[in-house]
């Protein structure tokens, strides 16, 4: 009876899983024809009449690099979370700045998660918007620093009567566990190379040492620098002003109107009135997504370049060689879809030219150099340009050198040129809970990355020369990617971060910006006339197969179902940190247990 009863729940948990995948797969697939079916109709509805139109955008929800497809949309269902692709969202102000018959922008409601870079970006998009002669205004029910910085490139900013700004410019917050793991009985032995490569001291010190300390102030403070002179330029205060108002911190609605911070105070159904007859009375409304359709082509007045096109590749995440790595299902990069897109821009001959936006803090070094292999070679028959997101460190600044030009954002964190590597030792652990091991091995090498012994001094002597080797390589292209001596390289290298601006001082990058900056550089190089609109061509970097789809997606249908994440086991550790920490610390142990090299900038580090 109990076997009857055994095989009867076996195959009810068979078929159960067997529905839910059928479901799953039958679900995005009409979700996908319906977003192409709404596509197709969308560029039917594109054409506007001849009036005057002012655009409505409710941004609230997370702002990212790569483009939101089919797949996001479905996630963005279950989580409820609305995302937006930062290119469209810049891509669209710019032609709605050419557009005569656009008068201005309305934000109903602004409450984003974005990294400060990114918000800058677009800030600075709104800037370029309001100098043709266009009004933005915004409505706020509370802001951070980077929901403030990005309305502060508004018109008119309008708080909702009983909100809140809480602005206490730019920190950075550092966690240490080297006591943590030796409670449990983990010891971290790690290895690098670069005087400044920080990441393994988060799990083998306790506290900062004295040369990230140096680093992280002196980076600290060039983010809190374009902080307040961006809230100075954009609000017309004084410096005075704006480091005062950061020191204080926290302010309720009226202390941000008597401090200028705010212009009105109003509910968000007073707001919307106010737009609708008085700021932009008799003007019709058009909401943003719709006019996201509207080619370029049907505008008057605006030249568009149709044969000479211009390709982006969006590489966004952690550098992996395969997604068999990514235990977590968040954003990865790897070389075989990397390079399935570089040569789709080398066979299609009307694309002249290649945007990289790189927004990674780095991971596996062996995948890093096969993506630099095959982008260097692109750059020699093609141009390429990067533009570097709001991080393009270690690995991400190491596939960046094999562009033709590098563009970083002010805030940009990047550099990093350094290596490490190491294992987690388990010994004491095993021991904690009455585990015992028996190794068998001919030879000492057997036991160089075994998890229960650290490294004997001969392993460390024979692993650091490796890590030094790998060092000395990374070092070396880079120093012929930016023209200069191995000696001159080495010395802005040490596994340093810098911030863009930083960065452009000492050599790392050509110029500072964004998306629009790289644009006007690539129309120049390509020979494109000033003022002349280029065709873009975004390439998609799409899930390998309907595997790695599944395993996206399994992962979040357990969230929203109450339980926890499907294939993520939390171990004691990871329950005492937030979720995006412990994140980063299965991140660091899945490719530690993968690679044995590591082109990574410091994980648990928040700066904010």
């Known amino acids: ?3 009857i009863l055994k095989y009867y729940l076996m195959i009810v948990g068979f078929l159960t899983t067997l529905f839910m995948v059928l479901f799953v797969i039958f679900l995005f697939t009409l979700i996908s024809n319906i977003g192409k079916m709404s596509v197709r109709i969308g560029e039917r509805e594109t ?23 089919e797949l996001d949309r479905f996630i963005q269902l279950i989580e409820e979370q609305p995302r937006y692709q930062l290119y469209e969202l810049i891509m669209t102000l710019d032609q709605a700045s050419r557009d005569g018959r656009i008068k201005g922008l309305v934000i109903k409601n602004l409450d984003v998660k974005a990294p400060l870079s990114s918000l800058l970006e677009l800030s600075e998009a709104l800037v370029r918007f309001r100098t043709q002669g266009k009004k933005v205004y915004v409505f706020l029910n509370e802001a951070d620093n980077q929901n403030y910085l990005l309305a502060s490139a508004a018109d008119k900013i309008f708080l909702q009567k009983e909100g809140s700004l809480f602005l206490p410019g730019i920190s950075g917050s550092f966690i240490y566990i080297k006591d943590t793991l030796a409670k ?78 705010v212009d009105v105070l109003s509910y968000q159904d007073e707001f919307l009135e ?6 932009f009375p008799h003007i ?78 780095g991971g596996s070094a062996l995948a890093s150099d096969i993506i630099w292999n095959r982008i260097r070679k692109l750059n020699a028959k093609k141009p390429v340009f990067v533009s570097m997101g709001p991080v393009a460190a270690s690995g991400g600044y190491y596939i960046s050198m094999a562009a033709g030009q590098l563009y ?55 692993f650091d020369r490796f890590l030094q080797h790998t060092y000395r390589s990374f070092v070396a292209k880079a120093a012929l990617s930016r023209n200069k001596k191995y000696e001159e390289l ?7 971060v810098w911030t863009g601006q930083q960065a452009q001082q000492v050599g790392l990058v050509d110029g500072i910006g964004g998306y629009h900056e790289v644009i006007e550089a690539v129309k120049k190089k ?23 789809m599944l395993r996206t997606i399994f992962p979040i249908i357990g969230k929203s179902l109450g339980g926890k994440s499907l294939g993520l086991s939390s171990s004691s550790l990871e329950s005492c940190l937030s979720s995006r920490e412990a994140g980063d610390l299965k991140r660091l142990k899945d490719l530690i247990s993968q690679e044995r090299s590591l082109y990574l900038m410091p994980i648990l580090a928040k700066i904010e």
């Open 184 to 261: 449990i009985g983990v010891e971290a032995d790690f290895l690098r190379a670069g005087r400044y490569k920080s990441a393994p001291e988060t799990f083998t010190d306790n506290k900062m040492s004295e040369d990230s300390r140096k680093v992280y102030t002196e980076l600290l403070t060039d983010l809190q620098d374009t902080f307040i002179t961006t809230l100075v330029k954009n609000r017309k205060l004084s410096r005075e002003e704006v480091a005062g108002c950061l020191n204080k911190a926290l302010f309720t609605a009226k202390e941000a109107l008597q401090l200028k911070l």
């Open 526 to 548: 390509i020979g494109l006339e000033k003022g002349t609109i280029p065709t873009i061509v975004p390439i998609r970097i799409e899930a390998e197969n309907l595997l790695d």
């Open 284 to 361: 019709e409304p058009l909401e943003f997504t719709t006019y996201t359709k509207v080619s370029p082509t049907s505008i008057k007045g605006l030249k568009v370049d149709t044969h000479r096109k211009i390709a982006i590749i969006v590489a966004n995440g952690l550098i992996q060689m395969s997604a068999e790595e990514n235990q977590i299902k968040e954003p990865s990069i790897l070389p075989s879809q990397i390079i399935k897109g570089l040569e789709e821009v080398e066979d299609d001959p009307t694309i002249k030219a290649l945007i990289l936006r790189v927004n990674s803090q």
């Open 274 to 279: 106010t737009v609708e007859k008085k700021l």
């Open 1 to 3: 009876m109990k076997n």
């Open 47 to 69: 054409l506007l009449a001849d009036q005057p139109y002012y655009l409505e955008l409710n941004l609230v929800g997370e702002i990212q690099d790569q483009e939101v497809s």
């Open 408 to 462: 970083a954002g002010r805030t940009t964190l990047t550099g990093s040129i350094g290596v490490f590597g190491g294992k987690f030792v388990v010994s004491d652990l095993l021991n904690k809970i009455g585990a015992h091991t028996e190794t068998i091995s001919f030879s000492e090498g057997a036991s160089l990355f075994s998890p229960i012994q650290s490294f004997t001094p001969s392993q460390r002597q024979e």
């Open 490 to 496: 080495n010395e802005i290298a040490q596994g340093r």
